[in-house]
């Protein structure tokens, strides 16, 4: 069957294209006759107005692009599950990309989605640098950003404080005698949330007088990438009893390679992640972790976003730019415990 187009409606009803578009849109006024007659004519053919078309033509898509660092990690997928209910309810849908972690990649997603007819851009922080921050502050549409406090005079950030988190999670250690406590730490190229968590570790053990910088090794967020940051540590002297990892999947790799080389956990050394994601509650000892509210990100992000969006189609000018720092949450588990005097890690 042949598709009717546009053309076709308004050569049948004896009015012009831009007519027909009124009628469909309800944009501007149209006399009862011309719509009814219109409105017959697309009846009896049939006629399926195209949804890409007409959103362009009322200069809005109902898309929000969505760039995050990993699609495999649970906690993007958690935040955007924040977002869904909301877009429902708003008409909205998604358009989701991803950079593993690189900054290039990012920034050709921004220009491509620059290009792109979705009416915002929501932004979950990996890897970034000053060029990427550009790219975000020169989009065309509206922005948020979830993950890292960026410098823009247009643009909301929602996060926790990641560096007291870390700090929080390396007291606890601390308080409970460890004093060979190491860090696997997030990408270099992570120079916001991952660093962040970082200056939060070294500054609770400078603190103490306990920093040792070859404790300290960097992984990619991934249970491979904690499974080999840990063997690393492993012939590290003396050798942790202790480590603090930078997302709960290093950690877990991490755990893993130390039962792997006949450790125990928590008896021979104990774990702490970051993220709180599902296998954290699940994994055989259970983790020990910092929560935060991976969901209430992508409702606070989503909700601004929308509110953005609907004063740019106004026309009208507003300044969004704030740092929205959510609570964090020390969430103790079976993979601590008070140092064992007898740990191969004890000197």
């Known amino acids: 069957m042949e598709k009717v187009t546009i053309n076709e409606i308004a050569k049948r009803s004896g009015v012009s294209k831009a007519t027909v578009s009124r009628v469909i849109n309800n944009s501007k006024p149209v006399s009862d006759e011309v719509r009814q007659k219109v409105m ?20 809005k898509s109902h898309l929000i692009g969505v ?5 495999a990690n649970p906690v993007f997928s958690r935040i955007i599950a924040g977002m869904e209910s909301y877009l429902r309810s708003k008409n909205y ?17 921004i220009q491509i989605l620059n290009e792109k007819a979705i009416d915002g851009l929501i ?27 960026i410098d823009s005079d247009t643009i909301p950030v929602i996060e926790i404080d990641n560096k007291k988190a870390a700090y929080d999670a390396t007291v606890y250690l601390v308080s409970i005698g460890h004093k060979n406590i190491a860090m696997i730490r997030g990408p270099l190229s992570d120079r916001y949330a991952g660093k962040e968590r970082f200056i939060g570790y070294q500054e609770a053990l400078m603190e103490s007088g306990l920093y040792q910088t070859h404790l300290v090794v960097e992984g990619k967020y991934t249970f491979d990438h904690g499974y080999n940051a840990m063997k690393r540590l492993l012939v590290s002297k003396p050798l942790p009893t202790a480590v603090f990892c930078a997302n709960d999947l290093m950690a877990i790799g991490a755990m893993k390679c130390a039962f792997d080389e006949g450790f125990k956990v928590p008896a021979d050394i104990s774990f702490i992640g970051f993220d709180d994601v599902e296998i954290a509650k699940m994994y055989n000892p259970t983790l020990t972790t910092i929560h935060q509210p991976f969901e209430e990100k992508g409702l606070q992000a989503i909700e601004r976003l929308i509110d953005m969006i609907k004063l740019y189609n106004d026309k009208k000018e507003a300044s969004f730019a704030e740092l929205v720092i959510l609570p964090h949450k020390l969430v103790v588990r079976q993979s601590t415990a008070k140092v064992n005097h007898q740990s191969k890690g004890v000197v």
């Open 40 to 59: 017959a004519v697309i009846e009896s053919t049939n006629f399926v107005p195209s949804a890409l078309g007409r959103s362009l033509s009322l200069k």
């Open 67 to 71: 760039i995050i660092p990993d699609l």
């Open 93 to 109: 849908s998604l358009l989701i990309t991803a950079t593993d972690f690189n900054i290039d990649t990012g920034i050709r997603h």
């Open 123 to 149: 932004f979950l922080a990996g890897a970034m640098n000053e060029e990427l921050i550009q790219a975000l502050n020169t989009f065309h549409k509206p922005v948020v950003v979830i993950g890292s406090d």
